[in-house]
């Protein structure tokens, strides 16, 4: 069955640098990837969708790559802020649904 | 705006009690889902239904069912909780109706259900 596996350890990253968190699927290649952000207590946010023909999608400080060859995807925040702190969450489609990741806790030191 | 609004936000049962989750958009979009979220866990996706009128089962439908009472409202029914349910429930939509173009999905803020 299709899997998607996220870092499930918090990355720390001080604030100015680059953040990068990873997303790995198996079996199945997907036509879209999307990246979600999720805070504590709330529903998550949509940020970035990359279909399968496109390497890299960008959005403001955010950069989303798909290489299918790997089966992965990378998602980037540049010149991270605190505010950029939560959970980040990858889907990929299959068939009727989408099959989501449990998510990487990302956390920005000031 | 208010996008898509579930209700309770918390609630407590005993096992064996029914309680039904609410849901509606107000986005017009054609297709609505159920999602339960646990520690450690992607999304699982529980009922969805891509246009008023039809449902379909998700990942994980049993102890479950669902209503598409109009376009709006997507209602998740518990007939009989079970400590298992214990969970935090999202109500999402999206605008798309093809299974290869869901497009974005705009969730709700969720509903804590706890089941003793």
């Known amino acids: 069955s299709q899997k998607i596996e996220q870092n499930s350890e918090a990355l720390n990253i001080q604030e100015g640098k680059t953040a990068t968190l990873t997303c790995n699927y198996t079996?199945?290649?997907?036509?879209?990837l999307q990246w979600y952000r999720q805070d504590p207590g709330r529903g998550p946010v949509f940020l970035l969708l990359?279909?399968?023909n496109e390497k890299e999608k960008r959005k403001e400080r955010l950069k989303v790559t798909f290489d299918t060859t790997l089966k992965q995807s990378l998602f980037h925040i540049t010149a991270s802020q605190p505010a950029d702190s939560a959970t980040y969450l990858c889907a990929q489609d299959s068939n009727y649904q989408l099959i989501w990741g449990a998510g990487t806790k990302l956390i920005i030191k000031p | 705006n208010a996008g898509v609004t579930q209700t309770p936000k918390f609630q407590v049962l005993k096992t064996g009690q029914s309680m039904t989750l609410q849901c509606a958009q107000d986005m017009n979009h054609n297709s609505m889902y159920w999602y339960r979220q646990d520690p450690g866990m992607g999304l699982r996706l529980i009922y969805y239904s891509a246009s008023e009128g039809t449902t379909d089962k998700g990942e994980v439908p049993n102890g479950y069912n669902v209503s598409r009472l109009n376009k709006r409202e997507f209602s998740l029914r518990l007939e009989s909780a079970a400590p298992s349910q214990t969970s935090v429930y999202f109500c999402?939509?999206?605008?798309?109706?093809?299974?290869?173009?869901?497009?974005?999905?705009?969730f709700g803020e969720g509903s804590r259900l706890t089941v003793l």
């Open positions: 990359i279909r399968e």
């Open positions: 999402a939509s999206s605008s798309g109706t093809n299974h290869r173009n869901t497009g974005e999905l705009f």
């Open positions: 079996n199945y290649s997907p036509a879209y």
